[in-house]
């Protein structure tokens, strides 16, 4: 089993720390009036390609999410506070995420992890998947635990070490690391 120093990894956020398919489902239903999605029935990253509501709506919810993540009852990922805790223990906690908007974010992750000092937060909103790899390694980080599998190909190809969050968007084999839940990600780590 591969041990990996705290300093070494970094995480995306979406999808990893924060449960975002389930807000979009909360805003859907809410919202929309959308009542008939289940997180198992989405099986691509792209929602316009798995569910039968408009593109426009998809648009419209994401968009929501992005621009205000508290106000869409977004929630960490079961195990997620607690491992990220103590990895800031070691060194601040690095997150690399496709939003275009950065502060909303931020904000979000400051709240739901009080206990670590905003400074050990680091965040890098890149607007785009496909600047993911140059930005890890410009950070010097080497692991990347990450829920797209396009994007973790890409990581891949630039001979760094993506690490596939399990999802029901992410099946398929994979030549990369697969964990299925914080548990996992603590298991790896060389904490202490
Ligand atoms: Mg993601």
């Not at 805790?85 to 992750?109: G, S």
């Not at 670590?116 to 890890?136: M, N, S, W, Y």
């Not at 797209?148 to 999802?167: E, R």
């Amino acid at each position: 089993m591969i041990k990996i120093k705290p300093h070494e990894i970094a995480f995306d956020i979406d999808g990893v720390v924060a449960d975002t398919m389930s807000s979009f489902i909360k805003v859907a239903r809410k919202e929309f009036g959308i009542n008939s999605i289940r997180k198992e029935q989405i099986t691509s990253y792209w929602l316009e390609k798995c569910l039968n509501i408009p593109e426009d709506t998809v648009k419209a919810i994401i968009d929501r999410i992005l621009e205000n993540p508290f106000s869409t009852g977004l929630s960490p990922i079961e195990g997620a506070v607690e491992t990220l805790e103590a990895i800031a223990e070691c060194c601040p906690v690095y997150f690399v995420t496709a939003r275009p908007l950065r502060e909303p974010i931020v904000k979000w992750l400051h709240t739901v992890m009080r206990t670590i000092p905003p400074d050990r937060i680091i965040v890098e909103a890149t607007g785009r998947h496909d600047l993911k790899p140059q930005v890890l390694k410009e950070l010097g980080k080497r692991y990347f635990v990450e829920d797209h599998l396009d994007t973790c190909k890409a990581i891949h190809s630039c001979g760094l070490k993506p690490i596939v969050f399990d999802q029901p968007w992410n099946q398929g084999t994979v030549p990369f690391l697969r964990i299925t839940d914080w548990e996992n990600i603590g298991n790896l780590l060389e904490l202490d």
